[in-house]
């Protein structure tokens, strides 16, 4: 089974609206972190924020949001006041375990979004 | 502060030759993970280096190895390359017992198997 699920391939989306992601994760291990990164054309992987499974707020950072639903094993990322630059490749990824940096990332693959004027 | 570098940018191969690929971690961070994106897909988890060890392995073939200077620099080797070996690989720093939310990338090696 697809331990990261995201299951938009492509997004349009108007500039200045907000925009919901989507990522289902799938672990048994009661301990484990949420990441979303952003991918532009260089190839860059950019941290944007970050959810633990303790965690008890939904993260938030700047314009980003992580719509964290743990019983649905959701973690929606939300952009709000979406811009020209933001259209990029768009991954989640999980860490299982005690995390510290010991544990690999699983990423989903991917969505695209493309970010129209 | 430096973040996570790589070298060099862009490598192409032939099918059999051997290919070694360099990282260099975020400074603090003493722990380095390699992943392959092939186009148009999520990066794979390889392998992962801490305290010159190999700590954590995806599932790759023993082509792939790896190594850790005291540095805490890395390289990643590909032996036998194959066309399918075609991908961009990246490197990740963090700190083991540091904080769960710093996995940091850098801009990623893009090799092209001819």
């Known amino acids: 089974a697809q331990k990261i699920t995201q299951t938009q391939p492509g997004m349009f989306v108007q500039e200045k609206e907000a925009v919901t992601l989507d990522c289902t994760y799938d672990t048994s291990d009661p301990s484990y972190g949420l990441f979303w990164y952003k991918q532009p054309s260089s190839g860059e992987m950019i941290f944007l924020i970050y959810q633990g499974s303790y965690d008890q707020q939904n993260a938030t950072e700047g314009r980003y949001s992580l719509n964290f639903q743990k019983a649905r094993k959701s973690a929606n990322l939300v952009i709000s006041a979406s811009q020209l630059g933001d259209s990029a490749m768009y991954f989640c990824?999980?860490?299982?375990?005690?995390?510290?940096?010991?544990?690999?990332?699983?990423f989903g693959k991917g969505t695209h979004l493309i970010i129209q004027p | 502060d430096a973040g996570v570098t790589q070298s060099p940018t862009h490598l192409i191969k032939t099918r059999g030759q051997q290919v070694t690929l360099r990282c260099s971690p975020k400074s603090g961070h003493d722990t380095v993970s390699w992943y392959q994106q092939a186009l148009g897909q999520g990066p794979q988890f390889i392998f992962q280096y801490y305290e010159e060890e190999e700590r954590q392995r995806g599932n790759f073939p023993d082509r792939f190895s790896g190594h850790q200077f005291p540095n805490y620099s890395s390289e990643l080797n590909v032996n036998a390359l194959l066309l399918g070996d075609s991908a961009l690989y990246l490197c990740?720093?963090?700190?083991?017992?540091?904080?769960?939310?710093?996995?940091?990338f850098g801009p990623g090696t893009r090799l092209t198997v001819l």
């Open positions: 990824a999980m860490r299982e375990g005690t995390g510290g940096g010991a544990d690999g990332l699983t």
């Open positions: 990740a720093s963090s700190l083991t017992g540091g904080p769960d939310n710093e996995q940091f």
